[in-house]
């Protein structure tokens, strides 16, 4: 059994076990409503693929995704990656403290 397997198969799969039942039952849910569903013409899907390309053309986006995120993404400073990087630290830090603290109870 892998890490994450015996992780989730601990005593905190209780914890886990409600949500989840619930999550695979809305999923199900959406399952069956799409099932049923009619799916578009050929006439819905070339408007929608018409509505991307004004979209894409309004933002330069020419079909070169890298040149295209290049371009529209700003530079980070060095001073910019240490606050971010304090923030992802001190995130992790406050999610553990949480989750140990529901899991003790």
Aim: glycine content about 6%.
């Amino acid at each position: 059994m892998n890490t994450i397997s015996s992780f989730l198969a601990g005593p905190r799969a209780m914890l886990y076990a409600g949500a989840e039942a619930r999550g695979t039952a809305q999923a199900q849910a959406v399952r069956d409503r799409v099932q049923v569903m009619q799916g578009l013409s050929y006439h819905e899907v070339a408007a929608i693929e018409q509505r991307i390309r004004a979209f894409q053309e309004r933002v330069g986006y020419t079909g070169d995704y890298g040149s295209w995120i290049a371009s529209v993404t700003p530079s980070i400073t060095a001073d910019q990656m240490d606050f971010l990087t304090d923030i992802a630290l001190e995130a992790t830090r406050q999610s553990s403290a949480a989750f140990y603290c529901t899991a003790c109870r």
